[in-house]
């Protein structure tokens, strides 16, 4: 939920009108999020600064059923358990980003900045009928500030300064060119030194990258208003993101007693003392290109278009066993590019009957660079084939889709919505794999339709008070497998979701109280999991669970504005099941000794033995069964110029499996995280000054499994912000 905020104060563009009313506008239109039959959040940019959300792993912390697992070179983003656990880009992700209207990158460069942001609107459960496909768990819309075209010069800086070295400056300038032409400039800048304490074999000075950070963003937007019906926006943002590395540490060094045994752990670290002997690096390089156009026609039906161009390059080295024992290094280059168009029409927003219709297309290439710049490497620097797994080509991710949404008012406080959209995607591989010296061709392509579809009823008890239920669909299309062995693996087929929900929304005590409560109920049909191949199970194959997947649960969420004092909390609570569904955990695959197994593990019926193991019933990866957020802040009148204005704010994210194995002995078992941040501002006049700190119990906890490696949540941090705003 978004809070008014003194103007003079911020410089974003708030998501509260003067009537109090919170405004949604992800859904193509604008709408009062109390009397709108979704389930969201919605922080404004002021809101994201209080607390502590610079960046997409911080939004966990902020509001309920968000889980973000960041792994290096790009995160696993899940709402209500649902989103993207599997680390590969074959697998689309379920929880799609939006920046400025238009669908970002769904793997990689995902570290982009917060910086004059007006608002995040996370939307939860499938949103198939207006977001598309990739969007079964839910959409972020990460909305930047407009130019303003009367609105002055305006803008801000603001500088900071902080532990490990933190250095940081952005600001933004809005300047009217004419009455009907103004511009927008933001830029972003920061720098730190390494959370790691990083040492080479034998306790020797470790000379590469240690996780020494440096990143560089801007953006440049314009707003033309020719006619008071034409509206032509475009906005550019490029970014260097050199994150320097992402070192991380063999799972199991993090427990001071391995789970399941008694005595203490001889190769207990903590998370941030680590050894390697292998380089490390990880960059990132993006141009994003947006062109917004809207025409209102007669009678107030408004054709709306947007389009994009993005395109970006991700650099990622890494020692792959996390040690200075032995060597096995990975490392990729890696260009992908995005193109997305979509064209609508909407009717206006206050008639008893609304509707909408439109087109998008979407189309999304990787490029693994040749020669061959994806490579797993067990003996680096010996350049032997025998011991390296590489590949080069590429990966064409196309879809279309045509979609529509009617909504009518059956009485004043009755509204009935539907709404549906047909898809049509299509992946293409073109890749080339040497496999420890066997050669690979991969030359294959699946393509997957789908219609999704919404229905909701809303009902206004009285103008304070509203209930809403509905019924929706989406999916995530089917992909390709990397190649394996000597034939190339089947295509896994399209996951798809049927989500049910009823809620609860009001308004107390004037409007000083405002309260959402809601139950949910998702059932998956093939559901996308990676395991090991059945003849190779030391390598991975993505299947579908053909067996019903369920996850369902409840969300509360309240705000309270009384005076100068406000609290803003929700909670998330979580039920998941997988279908029943046999597997061969692929770090302990069949030995080929008599009594191992010697008999296929079918997917779908086993048989159970020691290693084909039955995993019904386990839970959803990163789904934990409780998020919880708390945040409370005074505003003390010191005078007329002067307010100072403490604030702290509570995340809990319950502990979580990483993968459907569950074997806490490997280090599947993620530890729950509480973190908390707080800071005091003193505001005078168009100034502030900001103490602030985050993770201030400096909590050392794993943000995410990967490899057998555990890579670190970020420590303690505090500094000191200056704002000023003009």
Known sequence: ?????????????????????????????????????????????????????????????????????????????????????????????????????????????????????????????????????????????????????????????????????????????????????????????????????????????YIGNKGAMKLAAGRFSILWRPTDRLTIESKTDVGILDFGAYPASPALNYYKVIPGQTAANPNYRDLFDIQLNAPQAAHDKFVRTIARVEYELAGGVKLRSITSFQRANTFYRADLDGTSASVSTFFDDVDEQQVSQEVALISPDNGRFTWLIGGSALWNDYAFKKPYQFVIDVAPGYNLPLYQYKLQGYNWTHSYAAFGQVGFEITPALKIEAGGRYTSSKSVNDVDVIQYSLPIIADQEITSDNFSYKVSLGWKLSPSQFLYGFVATGFRPGGLNVPVGATLPDPFKPEEVTSYEAGWKANWADGHVRTTINGFYNSYKNFQVIIGYPDYPTFGIELNVEDPTKIYGFEAEVEINVGGFSVDAGINVLHSELGDFYAVDPRNPPTGLPGDLVVPCAPATGPVSAKCLYLGGREQTYAPNLTFNIGAQYVIEISDTDKLIPRANFGHVAAQWATLFEAPQRGDRINERNILNAQVAWQHGTWTVTAYGTNLTDQHYPGALNSGLYFAGPPRQYGVKVLKVF
């Open 1 to 205: 939920m978004a809070q008014t905020t003194p103007a003079a104060q911020d410089d974003t563009q708030e998501t509260v009108t003067d009537e109090g009313e919170i405004v949604v506008t992800a859904q193509r239109r604008s709408e009062n999020l109390m009397t709108t039959a979704t389930s969201a959040s919605v922080l404004s940019g002021n809101q994201l600064e209080n607390k502590g959300v610079t960046n997409v792993d911080a939004l966990q912390f902020a509001m309920p059923s968000v889980v973000v697992n960041n792994f290096g070179q790009g995160n696993d983003f899940n709402v209500r358990g649902i989103g993207k656990a599997e680390h590969n880009t074959q697998t689309t992700t379920g929880v799609i980003t939006y920046r400025d209207g238009v669908p970002t990158f769904p793997g990689y460069v995902q570290g982009e900045p917060y910086y004059d942001i007006a608002n995040i609107q996370v939307l939860r459960g499938p949103q198939g009928t207006i977001v598309g496909q990739n969007a079964t768990g839910g959409a972020v819309f990460i909305n930047t500030n407009d130019p303003i075209i009367e609105g002055g010069v305006h803008g801000y800086l603001q500088g900071q300064v902080g532990n490990y070295r933190d250095v940081g400056l952005q600001g933004a300038v809005n300047i009217p060119v004419s009455s009907t032409l103004a511009v927008r400039a933001a830029f972003f800048t920061e720098g730190r030194s390494s959370f790691y304490n990083v040492r080479g074999p034998g306790n020797t000075a």
